[in-house]
């Protein structure tokens, strides 16, 4: 059963009488949960604001978190969730912090003689409950969007565009080139060709494990753009065994120049802008 507003000023004056007392105590469980992460000061604070914004909500606002008397309350546990989940807390730990008030409740009772009938009881763990479920469901949101966020940087990160002559951009691929990955991979080479300048691409599959017709797939896809933006686009990498799965699964690359390695790759490029290649070093002068 839902605590009444009854049942929330008997909880709030019973919090308000012995505030000390229970801060104290909330606090002293909750620093021994997280075993020393946070600063005994610090867990105080955090306490200190929880305990007044209980308070503050009253009896209407505990009878119904939802309501706008309880809005300081969301508030307060919304920013104690998005911060221990930032903080890399696990949810049990951060939901450990508002279930303590039970006990602190339970050893109130038992200690200093405040007498709680057992409606009592089950209304304020039911409250501290719900409390709980409100703090975990905003760390999950936030740990979301924090695992969101990460995904796109490695996004960013995994599909460098570097150019490697005048003239000439290199996209070197490593590992699975999903859909989302391929939107950055061409999303990433349109824009350098805007910025560099480039009439030549080259895209290394080097790194790629395996080629299926998905990935030949976007990667055609790639070498379309870059051409409707006036670059040629060599593919680079394509050792025996992704040749082999090609020819097995019939994908054709066209007229579009493959290559073996990037330097290879790279010699085809120069060749073409008149710039002369040998695959020889240069004799030293003794």
Same mark, same amino acid.
């Given at each position: 059963m839902a605590l009444t507003a009854d049942g929330g000023d008997r909880?709030?004056?019973?919090?308000?009488? #012995?505030?000390?007392?229970?801060?104290?105590?909330? %606090?002293?469980?909750? %620093?021994?949960?997280?075993?020393?992460?946070?600063?005994?000061?610090?867990?105080?604070?955090?306490?200190?604001?929880? #305990? /007044?914004? !209980?308070?503050? =909500?009253?009896? /209407?606002?505990?009878a119904d978190l939802q309501t706008p008397e309880a809005g300081e309350?969301?508030?307060?546990? /919304?920013?104690?969730?998005?911060?221990? =989940?930032?903080?890399?807390?696990?949810? $049990?730990? $951060? =939901? !450990?912090? !508002?279930? /303590?008030?039970?006990?602190?409740?339970?050893?109130l009772a038992e200690t200093d003689g405040v007498e709680l009938s057992l409606r009592d009881i089950l209304d304020f763990t039911g409250l501290v409950d719900r409390m709980g479920l409100l703090t975990f469901e905003t760390y999950v949101q936030t740990r979301e969007g924090l695992i969101a966020d990460q995904a796109e940087q490695l996004l960013e990160l995994s599909t460098p565009v570097v150019k490697i002559w005048d003239g000439v951009v290199a996209v070197p691929l490593v590992g699975t080139l999903d859909s989302a990955r391929a939107q950055v991979v061409m999303e990433r080479l349109l824009q350098t060709l805007v910025d560099t300048g480039s009439p030549y691409a080259i895209i290394d599959i080097t790194g790629v494990p395996a080629v299926d017709t998905q990935v030949a797939q976007h990667i055609l896809k790639t070498v379309v753009a870059a051409r409707l933006m006036g670059a040629d686009c060599i593919i680079s990498g394509i050792r025996p065994q992704i040749a082999q799965t090609i020819v097995a699964l019939g994908i054709e690359f066209g007229d579009i120049a493959t290559k073996a390695s990037l330097a290879d790759a790279l010699r085809h490029v120069l060749r073409l802008t008149g710039v002369e290649t040998s695959r020889r070093h240069p004799r030293r002068e003794v």
């Open positions: 909880l709030v004056g019973l919090l308000s009488e #012995h505030g000390e007392r229970v801060v104290q105590r909330w %606090t002293e469980l909750v %620093t021994a949960s997280l075993r020393g992460r946070l600063s005994q000061a610090e867990l105080r604070l955090q306490v200190q604001e929880l #305990h /007044a914004s !209980i308070v503050n =909500a009253g009896g /209407a606002g505990l309350l969301r508030a307060v546990l /919304a920013d104690l969730s998005r911060s221990r =989940a930032r903080q890399s807390f696990t949810a $049990t730990e $951060t =939901a !450990i912090s !508002i279930y /303590a008030l039970k006990d602190v409740l339970v050893e």
